[in-house]
């Protein structure tokens, strides 16, 4: 891996210290080994196990010079720390969502963009063996023209971290740019990723349940796409039986992903029924997390687009927006100009 180029000694710097930020740490520590790691965090107490030093400002950060830096703070929080760190050229690695909406997105990909800055958004199911494959499929024409895309996402969301109280979570509170439009946006970035981009949305966004946040859980999703293809994508917060699925159907035959059966299957006409595709299997859930780090290190290096760049996560909120003006003025679709 270009990675292993990395000159020893750099310093590194992860921004927000919750979950995500602590895994990401961990999985630092083991691909950077030599590094010298700094932690941004708002709280004053207590130690951070993998952190070299911890530090409380956006300041003290910039005082340790840091070659890169992974922004795992709050997604409203993201723009304003990514910008101050990529005007002094430090490498970004942005967790998902890159920002809680459009509000100064175009100017932190200009600035990245002219100090030479590696952009990376972390929608890490991209890096999943199986779904990779399902890109693949669908770029050699194995079911021919896409014609339909629907995906679904649904977990109750007290479930996700049993032994935290999910009415602190990020993902219960609007202010922190939780709810189920951003916090499963993976499902938008997959559909313009295998799909292409999108010319228009609209959605249906509403809180239906009875759990204790003040944000959205439930999302209807259309989209209408530049190749003129249809898309649907189901978001919620509610499901108590887990489901993340994906299924592409095309002029020739449809392709079917289950992210917890981790299978991936093609079906190209009702007499022979579905196929298993045969797909690498995930062995450990942190590895998607792991190669998308080693790819955005690699990327540091050799001057590379990462795979999920600064536009391909401004498309994902473009979707997001316009589907929201939609419902907010009860239009049945708004146009959207998604970068290239």
Same mark, same amino acid.
């Given at each position: 891996?270009?990675?292993?180029?990395?000159?020893?000694?750099?310093?590194?710097?992860?921004?927000?210290?919750?979950?995500?930020?602590?895994?990401?740490?961990?999985?630092?520590?083991?691909?950077?080994?030599?590094?010298?790691?700094?932690?941004?965090?708002?709280?004053?107490?207590? =130690?951070? +196990?993998?952190?070299?030093?911890?530090?409380?400002?956006? =300041?003290?950060?910039?005082?340790?010079?840091?070659? $890169?830096?992974?922004?795992?703070?709050?997604?409203?929080?993201?723009?304003?720390?990514? /910008?101050?760190?990529?005007?002094?050229?430090?490498?970004?690695?942005?967790?998902?969502?890159?920002?809680?909406? /459009?509000?100064?997105?175009?100017?932190?990909?200009? *600035?990245?963009?002219?100090?030479?800055?590696?952009?990376?958004?972390?929608?890490?199911?991209?890096? @999943?063996?199986?779904?990779?494959?399902?890109?693949? /499929? /669908? +770029?050699?024409?194995?079911?021919?023209?896409?014609?339909?895309?629907?995906? =679904?996402?649904?977990?109750?969301?007290?479930?996700?971290?049993?032994? +935290?109280?999910?009415?602190?979570?990020?993902?219960?509170?609007?202010?922190?740019?939780? %709810?189920?439009?951003? =916090?499963?946006?993976?499902?938008?970035?997959? +559909?313009?990723?295998?799909?292409?981009?999108? *010319?228009? $949305?609209?959605?249906?966004?509403?809180?239906?349940?009875?759990?204790?946040?003040?944000?959205?859980?439930?999302?209807? @999703?259309?989209?209408?796409?530049?190749?003129?293809?249809?898309?649907?994508?189901?978001?919620? @917060? @509610?499901?108590?039986?887990?489901?993340?699925?994906?299924?592409? $159907?095309?002029?020739?035959?449809?392709?079917?992903?289950?992210?917890?059966?981790?299978?991936?299957?093609?079906?190209?006409?009702?007499?022979?029924?579905?196929?298993?595709?045969?797909?690498?299997?995930? *062995?450990?859930?942190?590895?998607?997390?792991?190669?998308?780090?080693?790819?955005?290190?690699?990327?540091?290096?050799?001057?590379?687009?990462?795979?999920?760049? %600064?536009?391909?996560?401004?498309?994902?909120?473009?979707?997001?927006?316009?589907?929201?003006?939609?419902?907010?003025?009860?239009?049945?679709?708004?146009?959207?100009?998604?970068?290239?």
């Amino acid at each position: 891996m270009a990675s292993d180029n990395l000159p020893a000694g750099r310093t590194f710097l992860v921004v927000g210290s919750g979950s995500i930020g602590q895994r990401h740490l961990a999985n630092l520590r083991r691909l950077a080994p030599q590094s010298r790691i700094v932690v941004l965090r708002r709280h004053t107490d207590g =130690e951070l +196990a993998g952190a070299d030093l911890v530090v409380h400002s956006i =300041e003290q950060a910039l005082a340790e010079r840091p070659y $890169a830096a992974i922004v795992a703070n709050p997604a409203p929080m993201h723009v304003p720390v990514a /910008l101050e760190l990529a005007g002094h050229g430090c490498h970004l690695l942005v967790e998902k969502p890159l920002s809680d909406g /459009l509000a100064g997105v175009d100017a932190l990909l200009r *600035t990245c963009t002219e100090r030479r800055v590696v952009l990376a958004v972390g929608y890490n199911l991209r890096f @999943l063996p199986s779904l990779q494959r399902l890109a693949a /499929l /669908l +770029a050699e024409g194995a079911i021919g023209k896409i014609l339909h895309l629907r995906a =679904e996402v649904g977990q109750y969301l007290p479930d996700w971290r049993p032994k +935290a109280d999910y009415r602190q979570s990020v993902t219960a509170q609007r202010a922190l740019g939780g %709810g189920a439009f951003l =916090e499963l946006s993976h499902e938008i970035d997959l +559909a313009l990723w295998l799909a292409g981009p999108a *010319t228009a $949305a609209s959605a249906r966004i509403d809180r239906i349940g009875d759990l204790a946040i003040d944000t959205d859980d439930c999302v209807d @999703l259309a989209l209408d796409f530049a190749s003129g293809a249809r898309g649907s994508v189901h978001m919620d @917060l @509610l499901q108590r039986m887990p489901r993340r699925k994906i299924l592409v $159907a095309g002029s020739t035959g449809s392709l079917e992903w289950d992210y917890f059966a981790d299978t991936l299957r093609i079906g190209r006409s009702a007499a022979e029924g579905w196929q298993e595709v045969d797909a690498p299997k995930q *062995t450990d859930r942190n590895d998607m997390y792991v190669r998308e780090l080693e790819t955005f290190l690699d990327c540091t290096v050799t001057g590379a687009s990462p795979p999920v760049d %600064g536009a391909a996560a401004r498309n994902v909120l473009a979707v997001i927006e316009a589907a929201r003006r939609s419902q907010q003025n009860s239009q049945a679709r708004i146009e959207i100009e998604c970068q290239p």
